[in-house]
């Protein structure tokens, strides 16, 4: 994905759409509508639809905005659009740098989660639509977490901190640094 978010920051393009390979759906042209009316109206960093068949022992809903549309504190990077400022923050802040060998890409969807939230801004899940996803994975999940915790363990050490804070006890991170500030 590393590469991927370097091409995109080469163009004035907004927002950052990723799609991974093993998804299934028959209508993209209405994920992106959807993506695109719903990053506007609740100017959020990141949207996702919900896909069927993801790990999500890591999911709090802070505020449900509407009818099948959550303010989360994670979303998952199956299917996803980001909004350029966040992915402009990852490179500034050489956040980037955590992720060089991360070849299995596990983290993305929970750090730029993290920054989206540590800027005041929402990661909306959509469960208007039900993206298919196998259930079995043609990877090393083992060794893809291992590689996740080293890429965690790379983060500056205050972004290492407050991810930490988010994993043990997300509903106090939102209490502390999303409605009050305090981080």
């Excluded at 099948?68 to 980001?82: A, S």
Aim: proline fraction near 2%; include cysteine.
């Amino acid at each position: 994905m590393i590469n991927a978010l370097y091409i995109f920051l080469k163009s004035d393009k907004k927002l950052f759409f990723h799609i991974q390979s093993d998804v299934t759906f028959n209508d993209w042209q209405k994920v992106l509508n959807l993506a695109l009316d719903t990053i506007n109206k609740y100017d959020a960093w990141i949207y996702a639809p919900y896909v069927e068949n993801l790990y999500r022992n890591f999911l709090r809903t802070y505020e449900q905005i509407e009818e099948n549309i959550e303010w989360v504190n994670v979303v998952d990077e199956t299917v996803w659009m980001v909004d350029r400022k966040l992915i402009e923050i990852f490179f500034e802040d050489k956040i980037n740098d955590a992720f060089t060998d991360n070849f299995y890409g596990w983290g993305y969807d929970k750090v730029f989660s993290l920054i989206c939230l540590l800027n005041k801004k929402k990661n909306i899940l959509d469960y208007r639509l039900r993206l298919n996803h196998p259930k079995k994975q043609n990877y090393d999940s083992t060794e893809a977490n291992e590689c996740f915790r080293k890429t965690l363990s790379l983060l500056p050490n205050n972004l290492h901190e407050k991810f930490g804070k988010m994993e043990h006890d997300p509903e106090k991170f939102f209490q502390d640094v999303v409605l009050t500030g305090r981080y």
